[in-house]
């Protein structure tokens, strides 16, 4: 049986215990081999028609891929960390017993300035939570805010996010780099929010608007997988066919966005940055010596 048939049969036919622990293995060596992933990731990974056991492009064969990775973390197969969500985020106030245990805790957070010398400043939006979260490491590490504007972003939002650039005297040009779905919707996302950005960004500060993930071309050279557009949209009229950004490897994802970010930092940035935050936080450490008396 053809792994394109075994995938149109899914609807009408439950998978024996042999073909689950197939769709497991399947999972745990996508996972392995790139992590952490959010479940959506996974999901468009799954329903490649070339594997051994593939899931069908549905609401149906997501909730199954999305029980199979609750199974496989509860059961120890899978670390929990492998799967990235931010849907769901605890909020925690921090305590400390004195100004040496603060100093120590913190000590661990500081962060040299790594666009300090740039020309530009940079921030990243992503359509979704999904696409944020296999993100944020790479975000954090080269110093670049996250923003996961759950489709069209609120006017509070945008207007909260400019106002982050406002509140200061830095002009120099802000760089936005957009991950979404390449969809009738999701072309349409991008530019609200490029109109809203800059309605509400100062007029000397230049904005550059720069949609990264997912393009037409990416579609094409990644063999990305894609769906019919829905009967009816009206919508964009020149997209053919619709790619969420989920289907994009999310290794591939962050390789884009580090070739993006990185263009954009003076030379060996990063690496002067590691330098700089060694000794201030040696001299953090000393402090809390002191302080402990």
Same mark, same amino acid.
């Given at each position: 049986m053809s792994a394109v048939y075994r995938a149109s049969t899914l609807k009408r036919e439950r998978r024996t215990k042999e073909r689950l622990e197939q769709l497991d293995a399947q999972i #745990? %060596?996508?996972l392995k081999e790139d992590h952490p992933q959010s479940v959506r990731h996974v999901f468009y990974r799954m329903t490649d028609p070339r594997l051994p056991e593939p899931v069908e492009k549905s609401d149906r064969g997501y909730r199954h891929v999305q029980d199979r990775c609750v199974k496989l973390r509860r059961s120890g197969r899978i670390p929990y960390h492998w799967i990235a969500d931010m849907s769901r985020r605890g909020y925690f106030t921090n305590t400390f017993s004195d100004a040496g245990d603060f100093i120590r805790s913190m000590a661990g957070h500081y962060r040299a300035d790594l666009w300090r010398d740039a020309d530009y400043r940079c921030e990243v939006w992503a359509e979704s939570r999904s696409i944020a979260s296999v993100l944020t490491d790479t975000c954090e590490e080269l110093a670049v805010s996250l923003y996961p504007c759950g489709g069209f972003a609120s006017l509070s939002f945008a207007h909260a996010a400019?106002? &982050?650039?406002?509140?200061?005297?830095?002009?120099? *040009?802000? #760089?936005?780099?957009?991950?979404?779905?390449?969809? *009738?919707?999701?072309?349409? #996302?991008?530019? %609200?929010? &490029?109109? &809203?950005?800059?309605?509400?960004l100062r007029a000397d500060i230049p904005m550059?608007?720069?949609? #990264?993930?997912?393009?037409e071309e990416q579609v094409q050279e990644f063999d990305l997988p894609t769906k019919p557009r829905k009967e009816g949209d009206k919508r964009s009229q020149h997209i053919e066919y619709t790619v969420e950004a989920e289907a994009m490897p999310a290794h591939v994802l962050r390789d884009i966005l580090r070739a993006n970010v990185e263009v954009l930092l003076p030379e060996n940035a990063l690496h002067v940055a590691k330098v700089a935050e060694a000794s201030e936080r040696a001299h953090l450490a000393r402090m809390v010596k002191m302080l402990g008396g």
């Open positions: #745990i %060596a996508v400019a106002e &982050e650039h406002n509140g200061d005297d830095d002009t120099r *040009p802000l #760089i936005v780099l957009y991950v979404g779905d390449y969809d *009738p919707a999701g072309v349409l #996302i991008d530019r %609200a929010l &490029e109109r &809203e950005l800059r309605t509400h550059d608007f720069r949609r #990264i993930a997912i393009n």
